[in-house]
């Protein structure tokens, strides 16, 4: 009784202009705030020394500030993390220190800063060459991915819908990181897992699209490819909303009782979720269909492959 | 086949439920077997103390005392070490309270990573110029030597990149040397060249400098493991990461100064004869003779002249301890392996009577970096002390000489733990506090609860029928998911990892959304329930799988290429990819068979 029912065939594609500038819009925005603001890097990209303490009352940041600049660390970030007792504290990666006794001794500074003793929750220190390795496989992970997928959407659909996937799944990546950067959350190592299962759910989504637009193509003997393309998306729709609308419930959890340490990653996966569904209904489908997909580019090939397929099935 | 999948997932799973007791690991120093005389004197020790203990057993040779809470756990570790500090390691342990059904079934709980047990995590990097350049010193010792024996005149030997050269005085001369040489070094290349006098070049080939590293990263790693087992934690992790990095995780430890003290410490000894023929004078006036350094007393600070031919290294020391001498001062006691021992009475052979000097090498990390980013390490030699050889020296001998006990102690520990081939340098830390380790659980078990609730409310009351055997193979899947983290022996659990396991939860049901959608979709087209049911499956299962290899693909890339806890992450996920798939699909088919199957129905509760 609940079910989404869609007697007509929306008309997803004519709307698709608008879609296109909207998204090409919105890549702008998020290329020049990369261009500008970069992207926040956090401690595992950049290298560092990251310190969590905890104090049994709140702490007074100010005097935390004021003893560590008298040791030396006035380049010290310090910040409530989660609550007022505890305290997040960044250095930058220096030169000619032994690094690694950093924080040892600032927890002994940080003992005579005269908030009671403070609790070691959290060092995390990265040396700086870590960090750029870490960029690099980063980076390298995300275009590794990409190829991969669109190798495999390649191999089992046809190429203008793999490169409409792909392109589907460049968007999505591109406006995340683009809200992190206009938003300047921190980028850390979560936050490029969370893009990466973002890549993996925005594909998701498109492929269930593009298997009911092959099928349509295949099945449907009359209709243009646009009027195929649009009855393919409605027919989906509802799964597409009812898995977004699971996967935003669970992602609102993890957000809210999550706790701090996986925000970014929260906020990457809730956002590129939103993006993710968006995209696979106008970008996927759009660039198929600018491309020039129609019936005869899959028929032909249809009655050897429909065989395939059928054996996979059984 | 479903029923017994399922049933070795619960069985798995079940001793994640049991929690864990709080325990003391008790070993014997140098890996020494405990026996049943040690538990008792253990026990009774406890029982002085009037510690009320769970109980005490010898496991794999080591004594494990379970506790009923952190504070026995606590203060009986402090009165043991008290008691018995000399003669065992102590380690404060989290020990599973699986009944032993099922410990002997192999069934374990899941490996917590250390985000949220607690501990130190350290990345170290070795420094691979220190034993290629010391093999380069030892080649170019041993060209001397083979071509003094084989009375061939050279001019000089010195040091290239990776190698050495040797100028001789003619051509028939560098002829010979090649020939005899080349026959030596079979795993060195030699080049000569007659353009600017005489000269062979030998450098060391590809593999033979990867075997170099190979071994000092694999002997570094043995030396840090028996590191870590004298700081006395219980189950650590000491591995290899790509070609020069040593990863090392030490659940529990909080006090990271030591264990970094500890861990990163490089000395080695050097036993070098005292060069008796030249002046120390001038030669600390700046004339150091070829075939010597000059070297100063760690004590006093006086110059030391010494032979630049090392008789021994360190690394053949397997154990030392310090002592008093027979007039009460400290000594180290130094037991040399077999090879070290006739290498050491090979040289010491004709010199008896000669004064010989025992040189500390420490490497220090600057904390600096050369132009290709590797560490940057300070070589600190000194002289800690000057003997005459009394006699020929075995493989156990022992050196005195030293300021004080402390010292002796300190030497004997660095030694005994073993001597790093290669400077080390810690890259990378990452500490986590208990209370954190413990937030982070339940933070990760609320969101994973709140996640599950609010999707099975939405799916029952979305697909009533249909959704709530959805939401019975949401379950199972859970149960899947940690019933096979738990089997897989290398699978931890981390909170990106937790945070993985509620993606799946909103994920999973997408297969089953599939499949319902496909239902109602050729139920509206007019098909019979059972019809539509069985073609709903069909034709939603190519769908699934291609969306979900793509998503696994994803998650082995993040696996492949991803550090620490983000390996957790891909690990849930792609084994939640792989559970889900098979709830999904084959679990629901088998309850909406089992309740529609076999019967004519007339309406679907979908």
């Known amino acids: 009784m609940f079910a989404i029912r869609f007697k007509e065939t929306i008309e997803f594609m004519s709307y698709r202009k608008i879609a296109m500038i909207f998204s090409g819009l919105l890549i702008i925005t998020s290329l020049v705030s990369l261009g500008v603001n970069k992207l926040n890097f956090g401690l595992d990209f950049t290298g560092g020394t990251l310190i969590e303490v905890g104090f049994e009352q709140s702490a007074d940041l100010k005097a935390i500030r004021t003893v560590l600049d008298s040791n030396n660390y006035s380049d010290a970030v310090v910040q409530h993390f989660g609550s007022s007792s505890e305290v997040l504290i960044r250095l930058a990666p220096r030169d000619g220190v032994k690094a690694v006794d950093i924080s040892n001794d600032v927890l002994n500074v940080l003992d005579s800063a005269g908030q009671g003793k403070a609790d070691i929750r959290r060092v995390e220190f990265v040396g700086p060459s870590v960090g750029e390795e870490l960029t690099e496989q980063g980076g390298l992970a995300m275009l590794t991915a990409l190829i991969c997928i669109l190798i495999y959407v390649a191999f089992r659909f046809e190429w203008r819908f793999a490169l409409g996937s792909v392109s589907a799944l460049a968007h999505d990546v591109i406006l995340t990181l683009g809200l992190f950067s206009v938003l300047n959350i921190e980028f850390d190592l979560t936050v490029l897992a969370a893009i990466l299962a973002v890549i993996g759910y925005s594909l998701n989504d498109t492929i269930v699209v593009s298997d009911r637009i092959r099928e349509n193509f295949r099945r449907l003997r009359k209709g243009g490819p646009e009027e195929i393309i649009n009855i393919s998306l409605t027919q989906t729709l509802s799964r597409t909303m009812i898995t977004s609308v699971t996967t935003i419930l669970v992602l609102l959890a993890l957000f809210f009782k999550g706790g701090a340490l996986i925000h970014g990653f929260a906020t990457a996966l809730l956002f590129g979720v939103f993006v993710g569904t968006y995209s696979s209904v106008y970008v996927a489908s759009t660039i198929a269909l600018t491309l020039g997909v129609s019936k005869d580019d899959l028929i032909p090939t249809v009655i050897e492959k429909e065989g395939a397929d059928q054996d996979a099935i059984v | ?606």
């Open chain 2, 1 to 606: 086949m479903l029923i017994m999948i399922i049933g070795v997932g619960f069985l798995f799973a079940l001793p994640n439920l049991y929690g864990e007791d709080p325990a003391l690991q008790i070993s014997g120093l140098r890996g020494a077997e405990l026996e049943l005389a040690d538990l008792d004197r253990i026990k009774g020790e406890l029982d002085t103390n009037s510690i009320k203990y769970q109980s005490a057993a010898i496991v794999n040779n080591q004594v494990e005392v379970r506790f009923y809470d952190t504070e026995a756990q606590l203060t009986s570790k402090k009165a043991l070490n008290h008691s018995f500090g000399e003669d065992y390691v102590i380690a404060l342990n989290l020990s599973p309270a699986t009944p032993t059904w099922l410990s002997d079934l192999n069934a374990n709980p899941m490996k917590l990573g250390l985000d949220l047990r607690g501990g130190v995590h350290f990345l170290m990097e070795v420094d691979m110029s220190a034993p290629l350049k010391k093999f380069v010193e030892e080649t170019v010792s041993g060209f001397r030597m083979d071509l003094r024996e084989a009375k061939i005149r050279y001019r000089r030997v010195s040091e290239v990149k990776n190698g050495a050269q040797v100028e001789f005085k003619s051509e028939e001369d560098l002829d010979n040397a090649a020939r005899i040489l080349k026959k030596k070094y079979a795993d060195i290349t030699f080049k000569d060249s007659t353009d600017e006098g005489f000269i062979l070049v030998g450098t060391l080939g590809e593999l033979k400098i990867k075997e170099i590293k190979e071994n000092a990263l694999q002997k570094n790693i043995t030396i840090i493991r028996n590191r870590v087992n004298a700081i006395g934690v219980a189950e650590p992790v000491v591995m290899r990461q790509g070609a020069e990095r040593i990863v090392v995780e030490l659940p529990g430890v909080q006090d990271t100064a030591l264990a970094k003290s500890i861990l990163g410490a490089t000395a080695t000894l050097e036993f070098r004869l005292v060069d008796q023929e030249n002046d120390v004078r001038s030669a600390a006036n700046g004339r150091v003779p070829a075939g010597s350094e000059l070297f100063y007393r760690q004590d006093s600070g006086q110059p030391v002249l010494v032979k630049r031919r090392v008789m021994l290294t360190g690394d053949h020391i397997i154990n030392a301890s310090s002592s008093f001498d027979e007039y009460g001062s400290p000594q180290v006691n130094i037991d040399l392996d077999s090879k070290g021992g006739s290498i050491f009475s090979n040289a010491t052979k004709g010199a008896i009577g000669k004064p010989m000097a025992t040189l500390f090498i420490e490497y220090k990390p600057t904390g600096k970096r050369d132009h290709d980013g590797n560490p940057v390490f300070k070589k600190n030699i000194e002289v800690i002390n000057v003997a005459t050889i009394q006699a020929r020296l075995g493989r156990s001998f022992r050196t005195t000489g030293l300021g004080s006990p402390q010292e002796a102690q300190n030497l004997a520990l660095l030694l005994k733990a073993g001597a790093l081939i290669a400077p080390i340098q810690i890259v990378e830390e990452r500490t986590v506090g208990p209370s954190l380790g413990q937030e982070n659980i339940d933070l990760g078990m609320q969101a994973i609860m709140w996640g599950f609730v609010l999707v099975l409310f939405f799916m029952a009351i979305w697909y009533k029928g249909f959704g709530l055997v959805a939401n019975l193979a949401l379950a199972l899947n859970l149960v899947l998911i940690v019933g096979v983290m738990s089997m897989i022996p290398g699978a931890t659990l981390t909170l990106p990892g937790m945070a993985g396991i509620v993606l799946t939860v909103g994920m999973a049901v997408d297969a089953n959304v599939l499949i319902f959608e496909r239902i109602r979709e050729e139920l509206r087209d007019g098909k019979g329930p059972q019809q539509a049911i069985h073609q709903g499956y069909d034709s939603a299962f190519s769908t699934i799988a291609d969306a979900n290899i793509t998503t696994f693909i994803a998650a082995v890339i993040l696996f492949a290429i991803g550090a620490g806890p983000i390996k957790g992450f891909a690990v849930t996920l792609a084994i939640g990819i792989a559970t889900s798939m098979f709830t999904a699909i084959v679990g629901t088919r088998a309850v909406i068979n089992l309740v529609y199957g076999g019967r004519r129905v007339k309406n679907l509760s979908i």
